[in-house]
């Protein structure tokens, strides 16, 4: 028994049985859209950042030992004076100290924002500097400039008073955002609000032209034993493979939306079976056998699944757009592969789950089947 009616079947039977068929599509398009979604706001987060330091234009970070990728954790642990000694290594260009603060409330609300103290004549001369759209640059201790995301989205207009750290600073600048971070002071009136006198967190570090990066690197190395010396085309790398916990989650978050999948079309496949069985019964009867009864129920299940797979890139894409206008700084990366791997996860749980509805099936009698009420 095979051709039209093998083809046939699976399809009539996902039609008529809508709920059934809805909610097996929904729960395959909900893991599907799951792991699109957080996956790529987890590594949006992460890129984005890299981006935004590594488009600064430097081209090593120089930190100091045991630091972290992760330059919000780090606390002002090097002279800030350590500028003349790296620019003696050969290659070394220019050395710009910075030190990094965060905010924590920003007018009034509660967020996260990371602030560069820098030094802005060497900071200038090391990268593309801070490109001011509008009003001026850093000049005084209580200057703070503000990049366009942060101006936007909180309404921070130029002249705006904030207080920061405890002490208040005025907005002189909006800066175009995509490099560094979104608040900038000077780096002295970073080293007063943060009790840290003469010192920097890192070091950004232009090479001379003409100079390979990868030689000046290892020249620090050597100098500087010991200290975390980055070349700024790694950033990104650096800052996944120090991302604890990133991996366990991305695992922990599959493995939950093969869970969904396996768990509903398992229930939505056996129920099927149950109220199906004085049809499978009729089949047997006519000469259908064990291979015949479970590939229809797979080939049904693959068909529900398959429609899952597609609501949910669908579902992943307006949750995105969705996100985003909620939350405009955030980053959400809907990365290809993870739509190849998400659609394998999707259709893989659902395939398991309607296994033992599939097998039941094809082991009903027929005699039994036929008398079931």
Avoid at 60 to 85: C, E, T, W, Y
Wanted: proline content about 3%; charged content about 20%; overall charge negative.
């Amino acid at each position: 028994m095979d051709g039209p009616l093998m083809a046939n079947l699976p399809l009539a039977n996902i039609f008529n049985r809508k709920t059934r068929t809805t909610v097996g599509i929904l729960a395959v398009a909900l893991g599907v859209a799951m792991v699109l979604v957080l996956v790529g706001l987890a590594h949006g987060s992460l890129e984005e950042t890299a981006d935004r330091i590594t488009n600064v234009g430097a081209d090593i970070i120089f930190q100091a030992p045991d630091s972290s990728p992760f330059l919000v954790l780090n606390s002002g642990v090097l002279p800030d004076r350590l500028a003349p000694m790296l620019e003696e290594i050969p290659g070394v260009g220019t050395a710009a100290p910075v030190l990094t603060g965060r905010v924590t409330r920003l007018k009034g609300q509660n967020k996260l924002v990371m602030i560069f103290g820098v030094d802005l004549e060497s900071y200038d001369r090391v990268g593309s500097g801070i490109e001011i759209v509008e009003g001026r640059g850093l000049r005084d201790v209580s200057d703070l400039v503000v990049d366009t995301v942060l101006s936007e989205v909180d309404g921070i207009s130029l002249g705006d008073r904030l207080e920061i750290m405890g002490r208040e600073f005025e907005v002189v600048g909006i800066a175009k955002a995509g490099a560094g971070v979104r608040l900038y002071m000077t780096l002295e009136a970073m080293q007063t609000a943060t009790a840290q006198p003469g010192k920097a967190s890192f070091y950004f570090i232009r090479v001379d032209d003409g100079a390979d990066v990868g030689q000046v690197a290892a020249a620090l190395e050597k100098r500087f034993e010991g200290y975390v010396i980055t070349a700024l085309e790694f950033f990104s790398e650096a800052m996944t493979e120090n991302a604890l916990g990133l991996k366990e989650f991305i695992r922990a978050l599959s493995f939950f939306a093969a869970c969904i999948s396996y768990l509903v079309i398992l229930l939505a496949m056996y129920t099927t079976i149950i109220e199906r069985t004085r049809e499978i019964g009729i089949l047997k009867a006519l000469g259908a056998g064990k291979g015949y009864i479970m590939k229809i129920v797979m080939a049904e299940s693959f068909l529900i699944c398959a429609m899952g797979v597609g609501v949910g890139f669908a579902l992943s894409v307006f949750g995105r757009s969705l996100l985003l206008s909620f939350f405009p700084t955030l980053t959400v990366d809907l990365i290809p592969r993870w739509f190849l791997f998400s659609a394998i996860l999707g259709i893989t749980g659902g395939l398991l789950g309607a296994l033992y509805p599939a097998y039941r099936a094809a082991t009903l009698d027929p005699v039994e089947a036929l008398n079931f009420e």
